[in-house]
């Protein structure tokens, strides 16, 4: 699982491409892939509004495809890759899950999970820790917040 970093950007673009998904449905733009051997076995992008559940994160959407597509609920030998840190409920279904890699683009400083509020997939106290890295197109991944964010104050 040690990925260069043109691979790194290129998974971390198929996450962007995931949050543009969510963007046009009028979604928070977060998206994400699972990554397994090189190969992308689970995608999501944030969904709460178009199907009306509240835990239909990126992250979460991603882990039930990498389920099925495992066949199994470990998805040991991953790495998710999400346009930003996840949140409380995403780290701790990370950490449920046993991946055991998490690279992100940018950091959330009013929800984030993986270092900024809280550090859940590294503390010690739990039983599954988490290898994490950030900023892999950080510019990028928070110029798509920033831009949903923006266009939305100007609605209101």
């Given at each position: 699982?040690?990925?260069?970093?043109?691979?790194k950007?290129?998974f971390?673009?198929?996450?962007?491409?995931?949050?543009?998904?969510?963007?046009?449905?009028?979604?928070i733009?977060?998206?994400?892939?699972?990554?397994k051997?090189?190969?992308?076995?689970?995608r999501?992008h944030n969904?709460?509004?178009?199907?009306?559940?509240a835990?239909?994160?990126?992250?979460?959407?991603?882990i039930?495809?990498?389920n099925a597509?495992?066949?199994?609920?470990?998805?040991?030998?991953?790495?998710?890759?999400?346009?930003?840190?996840?949140?409380?409920?995403?780290?701790?279904?990370?950490?449920?899950?046993?991946?055991?890699?998490?690279?992100?683009g940018?950091?959330?400083?009013?929800?984030g999970?993986?270092?900024s509020?809280?550090?859940i997939?590294?503390?010690?106290?739990?039983?599954?820790?988490?290898?994490?890295?950030?900023?892999?197109?950080?510019?990028?991944?928070?110029?798509?917040?920033?831009?949903?964010?923006r266009?939305?104050?100007?609605?209101?």
């Amino acid at each position: 699982m040690n990925y260069t970093q043109e691979e790194k950007e290129a998974f971390m673009r198929e996450a962007l491409r995931e949050a543009e998904l969510a963007l046009s449905h009028d979604e928070i733009p977060i998206g994400c892939v699972l990554v397994k051997d090189g190969q992308i076995i689970g995608r999501g992008h944030n969904a709460r509004e178009e199907l009306e559940r509240a835990v239909m994160h990126a992250e979460i959407m991603a882990i039930e495809e990498a389920n099925a597509h495992e066949k199994s609920w470990r998805l040991l030998d991953t790495t998710l890759f999400v346009t930003i840190e996840p949140c409380v409920m995403c780290s701790g279904a990370i950490g449920l899950a046993r991946i055991p890699q998490v690279i992100y683009g940018a950091k959330n400083q009013k929800f984030g999970a993986a270092g900024s509020l809280y550090d859940i997939l590294t503390d010690e106290r739990l039983n599954h820790r988490v290898q994490v890295e950030s900023g892999v197109l950080e510019e990028d991944c928070a110029k798509i917040m920033q831009d949903f964010f923006r266009q939305r104050r100007k609605k209101k």
